[in-house]
């Protein structure tokens, strides 16, 4: 079992530039979230969905963009890399509802110079 | 608005030592509580959850129980070992979507 496939894991970026972070489920969840991990701060939620074509922001949404074409993906887009933006990023889904457990990809290590 | 306070880590015992970390939340409504745990260079796994008051969760020899009076979920295990090093993060659901609101998880260092 897959479960949820984040790429790249490792990525460097220089201020400026944009890119996008992949993130897949083969569950078939409806609902998807972005998370990014710094020392700490625990996890903080960026932007989620509850199903294709809807999604929302989170706590700290500034600076990326999201869109859910498809139950299974999930990407998350930074439009101009900041040194602050410098995280692990963690994608989730889980089947939605209060009670339900969230499954995690790998991560992926963005270094912003 | 919903939040997560963990106890400040790292935390260091010795292999069998006891193990207490400390979570308390605020929620509006009756939110699910969770345990996760991150070992190095992986991404979080559910170690246990409960789902409401007085509700105990466990596995791997962890436990936490619900305290809605104490708004608490302490995570307790009787004897570490070393491959508990890892990072434990407390969590609650916020609202019908199921989004998860985290502490700022607790580094758990055992030595041998």
């Known amino acids: 079992n897959a479960g949820v496939t984040q790429t790249p894991k490792f990525q460097v970026l220089k201020t400026g530039q944009s890119m996008t972070l992949q993130c897949a489920q083969d569950m078939n969840h409806e609902y998807m979230s972005w998370y990014r991990q710094d020392p700490g701060m625990g996890l903080r939620l960026i932007h989620y969905?509850?199903?294709?074509?809807?999604?929302d922001q989170g706590e700290v949404p500034n600076g990326y963009n999201v869109s859910r074409s498809t139950t299974e993906d999930f990407p998350l887009r930074l439009l101009s890399a900041a040194p602050s933006q410098t995280s692990v990023y963690f994608c989730?889904?889980?089947?939605?509802?209060?009670?339900?457990?969230?499954?995690f990809g790998q991560g992926t290590r963005l270094t912003v110079v | 608005g919903d939040s997560v306070t963990q106890m400040e880590g790292p935390v260091t015992l010795s292999e069998e030592a006891f193990l207490t970390i400390n979570c308390t939340y605020t929620?509006?409504?009756?939110?699910?509580l969770f345990w996760y745990v991150q070992y190095p260079g992986e991404g979080l796994q559910l170690l246990l959850k409960?789902?409401?008051?007085?509700d105990k969760g466990s596995n791997k020899g962890f436990e936490a129980t619900y305290r809605k009076e104490t708004t608490s979920f302490h995570l307790e295990k009787g004897s570490v070992q070393v491959s508990d090093s890892a990072v434990y993060f407390c969590?609650?659901?916020?609202?019908?979507?199921?989004?998860?609101?985290f502490g700022q998880g607790t580094t758990l260092q055992v030595k041998p």
């Open positions: 409960a789902t409401k008051a007085d």
């Open positions: 969905s509850v199903g294709a074509g809807i999604t």
């Open positions: 969590a609650l659901t916020s609202g019908n979507t199921g989004k998860l609101i």
């Open positions: 989730a889904s889980s089947p939605g509802g209060v009670n339900t457990e969230a499954f």
């Open positions: 929620a509006t409504g009756y939110p699910s």
